[in-house]
């Protein structure tokens, strides 16, 4: 185990937060600032690549310049337009109103958790949370270094799936078996050519591929695609982009420099898109813990982070007595729906129709007809600035 910060496990934290994505840092800083004792577990060590768009939308911008991000010296690519394509290479280009900046997980994380360690916040790396339990108002949090740590409250920032879903018996696993999984890929690409501000999304039979620039010239590749896709060749991930990926005539020629290059791909497996819950056993989701977040929906990364800046104060009013732990689960669930349920949704019903030839072709000849009807759903896939 490695800490940026050496606090004793004997201490009673005020907030363990288990997953040290951007959702748990951002929430850590903000804790740490206010002057609260917060541990946070990741179970790599940074800086490490994560399967992710590496787009932050604009409304996250100021936030993350509060919390001492300089965002504004990072000489960060902004994209100011949308390509979308259908599996046939039916394309639509729209500008992209809100907007949003490109960096990569491997540069920000751990940005973000020098930052928490510098206010005081304990960052445990390279350390697995094996289980939380909870009783007499206290969480005994067991690691896998043999160490356990006590909090008053915990917070699950651990992404899509982990170990302890199944511990915490959360109800969407036994839907999650039963419908359908997905694959989801990552490269960074050095291209000769990237079009300059802008996100293109590809779609391909049952999936489909987001590109947009980042520092250095480079251009995050990352897809998502039906399982079934990945079985049916073999289980090879370069099988399925050459016999899938490659039908857009629009994205083969993105998929051919991965294949070409030296770019290893992030995967990970057994995606699921149910509904899940934002406090189960009293520890409090935020992030795809809470809800796993289709692409499609805007920004995963923004949504964590919109999360992390609702549960702050909240949280706050809790451990200063000033309202109950049954409050803080209710209105945070409460505020958590108001604000991104909606969103969620959307994105869900647009990742129904994408990876449909037929149904993506037609719909993007609708929409470069009715370009108020293309703002309106990228309107539903983005938030405000706070």
Same mark, same amino acid.
């Given at each position: 185990?490695?800490?940026?910060?050496?606090?004793?496990?004997?201490?009673?934290?005020? $907030?363990?937060?288990?997953?040290?994505?951007?959702?748990?840092?951002?929430?850590?800083?903000?804790? +740490?600032?206010?002057?609260?004792?917060?541990?946070?577990?990741?179970?790599?060590?940074?800086?490490?690549?994560?399967? $992710?768009?590496?787009?932050?939308?604009?409304?996250?911008?100021?936030?993350?310049?509060?919390?001492?991000?300089?965002? %504004?010296?990072? /000489? &960060?690519?902004?994209?100011?337009?949308?390509?979308? *394509?259908?599996?046939?290479?039916?394309?639509?280009?729209?500008?992209?109103?809100?907007?949003?900046?490109?960096? =990569?997980?491997?540069?920000?994380?751990?940005?973000?958790?020098?930052?928490? +360690?510098?206010?005081?916040? *304990?960052?445990?790396?390279?350390?697995?949370?094996?289980?939380?339990?909870?009783?007499?108002?206290?969480?005994?949090?067991?690691?896998?270094?043999?160490?356990?740590?006590?909090?008053?409250?915990? $917070?699950?920032?651990?992404?899509?799936?982990?170990?302890?879903?199944?511990?915490?018996?959360?109800?969407?696993?036994?839907?999650?078996?039963?419908?359908?999984?997905?694959?989801?890929?990552?490269?960074?690409?050095? &291209?000769?050519?990237?079009? +300059?501000?802008?996100?293109?999304?590809? /779609?391909?039979?049952?999936?489909? $591929?987001?590109?947009?620039?980042?520092?250095?010239?480079?251009?995050?590749?990352?897809?998502?695609?039906?399982?079934? /896709?990945?079985?049916?060749?073999?289980? *090879?991930?370069?099988?399925?982009?050459?016999?899938?990926?490659?039908?857009?005539?629009?994205?083969?020629?993105?998929?051919?420099?991965?294949?070409?290059?030296?770019? =290893?791909?992030?995967?990970? *497996?057994?995606?699921?898109?149910?509904?899940?819950?934002?406090?189960?056993?009293?520890?409090?989701?935020?992030?795809?813990?809470?809800?796993?977040?289709?692409?499609?929906?805007?920004?995963?990364?923004?949504?964590?982070? /919109? %999360?992390?800046?609702?549960?702050?104060?909240?949280?706050?009013?809790?451990?200063?007595?000033?309202?109950?732990?049954?409050?803080?689960?209710?209105?945070?669930?409460?505020?958590?729906?108001?604000?991104?349920?909606?969103?969620?949704?959307?994105?869900?019903?647009?990742?129904?129709?994408?990876?449909?030839?037929? &149904?993506?072709?037609?719909?993007?000849?609708?929409?470069?007809?009715?370009?108020?009807?293309?703002?309106?759903?990228?309107?539903?896939?983005?938030?405000?600035?706070?």
């Amino acid at each position: 185990m490695s800490s940026l910060t050496d606090k004793t496990a004997a201490e009673v934290y005020d $907030c363990a937060i288990v997953g040290g994505g951007v959702a748990g840092l951002t929430l850590a800083i903000q804790l +740490a600032q206010s002057g609260r004792r917060v541990v946070l577990f990741e179970k790599e060590t940074y800086p490490f690549h994560r399967v $992710c768009g590496e787009y932050i939308s604009m409304e996250n911008y100021d936030f993350l310049c509060r919390l001492g991000v300089p965002l %504004a010296e990072m /000489n &960060l690519p902004v994209m100011t337009r949308f390509t979308l *394509s259908s599996p046939s290479g039916v394309a639509l280009h729209h500008r992209l109103d809100i907007g949003g900046v490109g960096i =990569t997980r491997y540069e920000l994380d751990p940005l973000l958790a020098r930052l928490a +360690a510098r206010h005081g916040a *304990s960052i445990h790396e390279g350390t697995k949370v094996t289980d939380v339990t909870f009783a007499d108002e206290q969480f005994i949090l067991t690691t896998s270094t043999g160490s356990t740590f006590r909090a008053r409250t915990v $917070c699950g920032a651990w992404g899509k799936h982990a170990n302890l879903d199944g511990k915490l018996k959360r109800p969407f696993l036994a839907e999650s078996r039963q419908g359908r999984q997905f694959v989801a890929v990552k490269y960074h690409l050095q &291209l000769d050519y990237f079009p +300059a501000a802008t996100v293109e999304m590809h /779609n391909f039979r049952d999936g489909y $591929c987001g590109l947009s620039p980042l520092p250095g010239g480079l251009t995050n590749c990352s897809y998502i695609s039906d399982l079934r /896709n990945l079985r049916a060749h073999g289980n *090879s991930v370069a099988e399925m982009e050459r016999q899938v990926l490659m039908q857009n005539p629009l994205l083969r020629p993105y998929i051919e420099a991965a294949q070409r290059g030296d770019f =290893t791909p992030v995967v990970i *497996s057994q995606i699921t898109f149910r509904e899940r819950s934002t406090v189960d056993q009293h520890v409090l989701m935020l992030g795809d813990a809470a809800g796993t977040i289709a692409p499609l929906c805007g920004n995963g990364m923004s949504m964590g982070m /919109n %999360a992390g800046f609702l549960l702050h104060p909240l949280l706050l009013d809790f451990l200063a007595g000033r309202i109950s732990r049954a409050a803080l689960e209710e209105q945070y669930t409460q505020q958590w729906r108001q604000l991104l349920r909606l969103r969620i949704t959307a994105g869900r019903l647009i990742h129904q129709v994408f990876g449909q030839p037929q &149904l993506t072709s037609a719909g993007i000849q609708v929409l470069r007809r009715l370009p108020f009807l293309t703002d309106f759903i990228l309107k539903q896939t983005h938030g405000q600035a706070y």
